[in-house]
């Protein structure tokens, strides 16, 4: 990339690994599991939690929680608030699962403005600076003042520390995958060994699987704004300035850069017919038209391998998983997933206290653990991963490996650690819209232009709090 790039902010960026927490950080994040502190010996604990009733430990309290989603996630939301409440039988947790990330925002901004939030929300990264700026929320470090950064994923704690606060605690994250059919590989003449690792690659063999007659579309997935974000970034190009709002509030949106329009016309021209459009954010019917083999390839979210790959055998479709290809050298892409937040309300120490015990617990080391090994998510704290390792969880299940893998090859980048920006929701849905004209037909350097136009105007009428 040129140094004076606007992709990149007319900067140029060296390449430095994410260190990763081990060792020690094992003990200490597995005993910040377990408690509030060391006993004194005097009826307090360091973390000074007395009350005029006796410590905190001594008090039945209830707290709510409200996750992002049900369905097939609910059970293990149910489990983990089981192990929880188990640990600390004096609290309560009153769980009231949403329907998606849109919901679940709507539903505890809602309740917020109404003047009864739940104690914890789980909020879509990518709606961070508008949760911050909302005025409903407190920053997790204000209730938990020693709050570990330093112990959680690095990837995923980019929309979590803003402006050098922690606001929030990462809870789930996810990575783009490509899921792919070997029995449709074999009879288009593909090797199922070697699976596309570029975009180039992706196109040839969409077009050959189409070409030989094997399915009526190479490849699917939903039109949404993870993968052209993604696909960006790992071309070290911002999607936004001020390093995509990270070092200050951004002015303008570059999908009209060179690099975004490469993107663009791969997309309509290179892969053309041999792309399945199923709809704006339509996850659904991109999954049933790789489940019903009318798709041979399908990207999703790596938080979907567990019950996606369950529902493929049961079709009898021979699926495996594969890296999200790229454009080029593989660096990393910015993270999906949610963080969890807690609502800005008068409490007893108590009941702070057992907010701080619950955010702790559920993003502690054996609770993240449950909660990828349920569903594909990434774990939050580092040590997670060295709990399912040591139960050989990764080499008994090679799909989730492959997203490990994918994790662990992740480089820090300005432009892969996520995207600060308060009109969010309107800027990205403008671009998911100008995309789906360019698969009808609008020429891509019009359709750009016009969702950089409409983002730098969200941008221009929205001044952080």
């Not at 609008?442 to 950089?452: E, G, I, L, N």
């Given at each position: 990339?040129?140094?004076?790039?606007?992709?990149?902010?007319?900067?140029?960026?060296?390449?430095?690994?994410?260190?990763?927490?081990?060792?020690?950080?094992?003990?200490?994040?597995?005993?910040?599991?377990?408690?509030?502190?060391?006993?004194?010996?005097?009826?307090?604990?360091?973390?000074?939690?007395?009350?005029?009733?006796?410590?905190?430990?001594?008090?039945?309290?209830?707290?709510?929680?409200?996750?992002?989603?049900?369905?097939?996630?609910?059970?293990?939301?149910?489990?983990?608030?089981?192990?929880?409440?188990?640990?600390?039988?004096?609290?309560?947790?009153?769980?009231?699962?949403q329907g998606s990330y849109t919901e679940s925002r709507t539903a505890l901004f809602n309740a917020a403005n109404a003047g009864?939030?739940?104690?914890?929300?789980?909020?879509?990264?990518?709606?961070?600076?508008?949760?911050?700026?909302?005025?409903?929320?407190?920053?997790?470090?204000?209730?938990?003042?020693?709050?570990?950064?330093?112990?959680?994923?690095?990837?995923?704690?980019?929309?979590?520390?803003?402006?050098?606060?922690?606001?929030?605690?990462?809870?789930?994250?996810?990575?783009?995958?490509?899921?792919?059919?070997?029995?449709?590989?074999?009879?288009?003449?593909?090797?199922?060994?070697?699976?596309?690792?570029?975009?180039?690659?992706?196109?040839?063999?969409?077009?050959?699987?189409?070409?030989?007659?094997?399915?009526?579309?190479?490849?699917?997935?939903?039109?949404?704004?993870?993968?052209?974000?993604?696909?960006?970034?790992?071309?070290?190009?911002?999607?936004?300035?001020?390093?995509?709002?990270?070092?200050?509030?951004?002015?303008?949106?570059?999908?009209?850069?060179?690099?975004?329009?490469?993107?663009?016309?791969?997309?309509?021209?290179?892969?053309?017919?041999?792309?399945?459009?199923?709809?704006?954010?339509?996850?659904?019917?991109?999954?049933?038209?790789?489940?019903?083999?009318?798709?041979?390839?399908?990207?999703?979210?790596?938080?979907?391998?567990?019950?996606?790959?369950?529902?493929?055998?049961?079709?009898?479709?021979?699926?495996?998983?594969?890296?999200?290809?790229?454009?080029?050298?593989?660096?990393?892409?910015?993270?999906?997933?949610?963080?969890?937040?807690?609502?800005?309300?008068?409490?007893?120490?108590?009941?702070?206290?057992?907010?701080?015990?619950?955010?702790?617990?559920?993003?502690?080391?054996?609770?993240?653990?449950?909660?990828?090994?349920?569903t594909g998510y990434f774990p939050s704290h580092e040590e997670s991963f060295t709990v399912l390792q040591e139960n050989n969880?990764?080499?008994?299940?090679?799909?989730?490996?492959?997203?490990?893998?994918?994790?662990?090859?992740?480089?820090?980048?300005?432009?892969?650690?996520?995207?600060?920006?308060?009109?969010?929701?309107?800027?990205?849905?403008?671009?998911?819209?100008?995309?789906d004209t360019m698969l009808q037909g609008t020429a891509v350097d019009a359709a750009a232009q016009a969702a950089k136009d409409?983002?730098?105007?969200?941008?221009?009428?929205?001044?952080?709090?």
């Amino acid at each position: 990339m040129l140094p004076n790039d606007p992709d990149t902010g007319g900067k140029t960026y060296s390449r430095r690994k994410l260190l990763k927490a081990g060792g020690a950080a094992a003990v200490v994040g597995l005993a910040g599991c377990a408690g509030d502190g060391d006993d004194t010996g005097d009826g307090t604990t360091e973390a000074g939690t007395t009350t005029a009733a006796g410590t905190v430990e001594d008090q039945e309290v209830t707290i709510s929680f409200w996750p992002a989603w049900g369905g097939y996630y609910e059970e293990t939301f149910n489990a983990m608030v089981s192990n929880f409440e188990e640990e600390y039988p004096n609290i309560t947790v009153d769980m009231s699962a949403q329907g998606s990330y849109t919901e679940s925002r709507t539903a505890l901004f809602n309740a917020a403005n109404a003047g009864n939030p739940p104690d914890i929300g789980h909020i879509d990264k990518k709606d961070a600076i508008v949760a911050r700026d909302s005025g409903f929320m407190t920053a997790v470090e204000d209730i938990w003042p020693d709050v570990p950064t330093d112990d959680y994923v690095g990837p995923a704690l980019g929309t979590s520390v803003i402006e050098g606060k922690t606001w929030s605690i990462p809870f789930n994250n996810s990575q783009i995958v490509m899921y792919y059919n070997e029995d449709h590989f074999e009879e288009a003449g593909l090797d199922p060994d070697s699976p596309p690792d570029t975009l180039e690659e992706l196109a040839t063999a969409a077009n050959t699987i189409v070409d030989e007659g094997v399915a009526d579309y190479g490849v699917t997935w939903p039109n949404h704004n993870w993968w052209v974000h993604s696909w960006m970034g790992e071309q070290e190009a911002f999607v936004a300035d001020k390093e995509n709002g990270r070092v200050g509030e951004p002015t303008e949106v570059y999908y009209n850069s060179d690099t975004a329009v490469d993107l663009f016309d791969w997309w309509v021209n290179d892969l053309g017919d041999a792309y399945l459009n199923p709809g704006i954010k339509d996850w659904g019917a991109a999954e049933q038209a790789f489940q019903n083999g009318v798709s041979s390839m399908l990207m999703d979210s790596s938080g979907s391998i567990a019950y996606l790959l369950e529902g493929f055998r049961d079709s009898g479709i021979n699926a495996s998983v594969a890296p999200l290809p790229v454009p080029g050298e593989r660096i990393g892409h910015n993270m999906g997933g949610a963080a969890v937040w807690v609502t800005d309300k008068d409490r007893s120490e108590a009941e702070r206290d057992a907010i701080r015990k619950f955010l702790e617990n559920m993003t502690g080391p054996e609770q993240q653990a449950l909660y990828s090994r349920e569903t594909g998510y990434f774990p939050s704290h580092e040590e997670s991963f060295t709990v399912l390792q040591e139960n050989n969880f990764y080499e008994d299940n090679p799909a989730f490996g492959v997203a490990f893998d994918q994790y662990e090859a992740w480089e820090e980048y300005p432009m892969n650690q996520g995207i600060l920006m308060g009109p969010s929701a309107e800027v990205f849905k403008e671009l998911e819209r100008q995309v789906d004209t360019m698969l009808q037909g609008t020429a891509v350097d019009a359709a750009a232009q016009a969702a950089k136009d409409f983002g730098d105007r969200r941008l221009a009428r929205y001044v952080r709090g």
